[in-house]
């Protein structure tokens, strides 16, 4: 059992560059969450979906967009990278209830120069 | 909006002492409270729980009692190893998000222990 697998691990871009990240779970949960991690700043919530088809902004959504097409996957873009976007990216999900904890990918370090 | 405030570290630790990482919380309604460990390289997981008020989480050895009296989930434990050195955040998820059952994080405390 996978659980929630995020590629790629590691990714250096230029400033104005795009990219996307994915985030793959198996374990049919209708929630998934982007958070990206800052020395200091802890998580910080970016973009989530509540189900298929759908998103919303977190905390911190600008300069990233996301799609969540399919159920089980849920990515983030970059469109036109900057400095201040290097951080660390962590996927997550849940299966519907704030009782349950989220499980969490193993995150995307992104450098962006 | 919520809010989660846990102590600042670094906390550095010898093998065996007593471990406490303070949490406290500002929520509307009644949230559920969490403590994540991150270790090196690796996403979060979850280490323990408490769903309503003078519930205790356990796990691994590590305790958190929610009091609701005092906003508070502090993470304890009796005699720490060196495996436990990780990054530790409190968090809290509740209806007052609405129905999106977002968590949010404390800042995160790193412990390191030495031998």
């Known amino acids: 059992n996978a659980g929630v697998t995020q590629t790629p691990k590691f990714r250096v871009l230029k400033t104005g560059q795009s990219m996307t990240l994915l985030c793959a779970q198996d374990m049919n949960h209708e929630y998934m969450y982007w958070y990206r991690q800052d020395p200091g700043m802890g998580l910080r919530l970016i973009h989530y979906s509540v189900g298929e088809g759908t998103t919303a902004k977190g905390e911190v959504p600008d300069g990233y967009n996301v799609s969540r097409l399919k159920k089980q996957n849920f990515l983030l873009g970059l469109e036109s990278a900057a400095p201040s976007q290097t951080s660390v990216y962590f996927c997550a999900s849940n299966p519907g209830s704030y009782n349950s904890p989220l499980h969490f990918g193993n995150g995307t370090r992104l450098t962006v120069t | 909006g919520d809010s989660v405030t846990q102590m600042e570290g670094p906390v550095t630790l010898s093998e065996e002492a007593f471990l406490t990482i303070n949490c406290t919380y500002t929520?509307?309604?009644?949230?559920?409270l969490f403590w994540y460990v991150q270790y090196p390289g690796e996403g979060l997981q979850l280490l323990l729980k408490a769903t309503k008020a003078d519930d205790k989480g356990s796990n691994k050895g590590f305790e958190a009692t929610y009091r609701k009296e005092t906003t508070s989930f502090h993470l304890e434990k009796g005699s720490v190893q060196v495996s436990d050195s990780a990054v530790y955040f409190c968090?809290?998820?509740?209806?007052?998000?609405?129905?999106?059952?977002?968590?949010?994080f404390g800042k995160g405390t790193l412990l390191t222990v030495n031998p």
């Open positions: 929520a509307t309604g009644y949230p559920s």
């Open positions: 968090a809290l998820s509740g209806p007052s998000g609405g129905s999106n059952y977002k968590l949010t």
